[in-house]
């Protein structure tokens, strides 16, 4: 454990918060980090791992039309993630994480390690486009650690 998954947490508690996440590459990881400490589930209320296309259109209803114009692995596809699944969730925070963790997946301008990460609320949205390099256990524990401290950055300027 880092010293950002308690502060994470005192956060979301001391504001009467709460998260859920909708995650692609990262398999849950970031929910698992997340459930880890007890208290969570004062604040975590879902998480959702949307691996396939099917999920994402399915589940979390992003449309078939977003995925086949921009890639699954888009700041569009991220950002309809978070929102997604704070509707879903009824949550005051949604976090969507989609890439590819490799080390097979790459395509013309997304190479293995490029990762895009969307916090949603009613106040702040925010996505960004990052790229790990490292194993594909490297990656999605970047992407993950990556979306705490962008949650963190919301949450303070919440």
């Known amino acids: 454990m880092t010293k950002l998954e308690p502060e994470i947490h005192r956060l979301f508690i001391k504001s009467n918060l709460t998260l859920a996440a ?4 990262t398999g849950g990881l970031l ?3 997340i459930t880890n400490a007890s208290g969570s589930s004062r604040f ?14 399915s ?3 992003i449309p078939r039309s977003v995925i086949a114009k ?3 692995v888009s700041a569009e596809v991220a950002r309809l993630m978070a929102s997604s699944i704070r509707r879903l969730a ?7 994480i989609t890439g590819i963790a490799g080390p097979k997946g790459s395509s013309a301008g997304k190479p293995v390690g490029t990762v895009f990460i969307a916090v ?4 702040k949205k925010i996505c960004g486009r990052f790229r790990f390099k490292g194993t594909r256990l490297t990656v999605k524990r970047n992407a993950a650690f990556k979306a705490l401290e962008l949650l963190k950055l919301c949450l303070k300027k919440y």
Do not use: P, R
């Open 22 to 25: 909708a995650e692609s590459c």
């Open 31 to 33: 929910s698992n980090i």
């Open 44 to 57: 975590f209320l879902l998480g959702i791992t949307a691996y396939s296309n099917q999920a994402k259109i």
């Open 59 to 61: 589940v979390l209803k």
């Open 70 to 72: 921009y890639g699954a």
């Open 90 to 96: 009824n949550s005051d925070f949604g976090v969507g």
């Open 120 to 123: 949603d609320s009613a106040h």
